[in-house]
T-cell receptor
Framework: AQSVSQHNHHVILSEAASLELGCNYS??????LFWYVQYPGQHLQLLLK??????LVKGIKGFEAEFIKSKFSFNLRKPSVQWSDTAEYFC???????????FGQGTELSVKP | DTAVSQTPKYLVTQMGNDKSIKCEQN?????MYWYKQDSKKFLKIMFS???????INETVPNRFSPKSPDKAHLNLHINSLELGDSAVYFC????????????????FGPGTRLTVL
């Protein structure tokens, strides 16, 4: 069955700490990969996406993610977090031809000032 | 210049009532989706329409009926509301790929928080 698993339910960091959020997927075929962010009380916004090419993708606000096909992983990283990064982060996958997104369960990130 | 908009933003209603949520996108996309986010923030696809045609219909009670009058609008009608329907409902839209080589990104609306009392 298609599934996405995010390793951490809740991550608490101090400002300037480095961030890595894990994401693994199970999908029978070539996929597109996404990270979305949901700030408190707001809608989902796209952070970054991977369709093909360079497996290291850069997104908005200094975020990046690396697709490792052999590990079925798409981990999100940021070298130095800010208080404003406090939000819920969702990893998602869909088939290469598009269609429904399969979401992970989300990781809540709390950054202490 | 809102890209994907939903109305209402909040909806509080009694069990047994019938309600509708509306979604509109001005991105020129031809595919629209409804997702449900439960109290644990888990997001799951409900429906998808492409050019007014239903293309994804997940296991959803038939009390939920989507309607797409045109490719820029996708509404969700819910009959006989139950307590378990309380959630945040997100509309999204994207282009539908024709070549199969790639896909376009889904853009989400602000969500409608439905509370059933």
């Amino acid at each position: 069955a298609q599934s996405v698993s995010q390793h951490n339910h809740h991550v608490i960091l101090s400002e300037a700490a480095s961030l890595e959020l894990g994401c693994n997927y199970s999908y029978g075929g070539t996929v597109n990969l996404f990270w979305y962010v949901q700030y408190p009380g707001q809608h989902l916004q796209l952070l970054l996406k991977y369709f093909s090419g360079d497996p290291l993708v850069k997104g908005i606000k200094g975020f990046e993610a690396e697709f490792i096909k052999s590990k079925f992983s798409f981990n999100l990283r940021k070298p130095s977090v800010q208080w404003s990064d406090t939000a819920e982060y969702f990893c998602a996958v869909n088939a290469i031809w598009g269609g429904k997104l399969i979401f992970g369960q989300g990781t809540e990130l709390s950054v202490k000032p | 210049d809102t890209a994907v908009s939903q109305t209402p933003k909040y909806l509080v209603t009694q069990m047994g009532n019938d309600k509708s949520i509306k979604c509109e996108q001005n991105l020129g996309h031809d595919t629209m989706y409804w997702y449900k986010q439960d109290s644990k923030k888990f997001l799951k696809i409900m429906f998808s329409y492409n050019n007014k045609e239903l293309i994804i219909n997940e296991t959803v009670p038939n009390r939920f009926s989507p309607k797409s009058p045109d490719k820029a609008h996708l509404n969700l009608h819910i009959n006989s509301l139950e307590l378990g329907d309380s959630a945040v409902y997100f509309c999204a839209s994207s282009h539908r790929p024709t070549s199969g080589a790639s896909t376009d990104t889904q853009y989400f609306g602000p969500g409608t928080r439905l509370t059933v009392l």
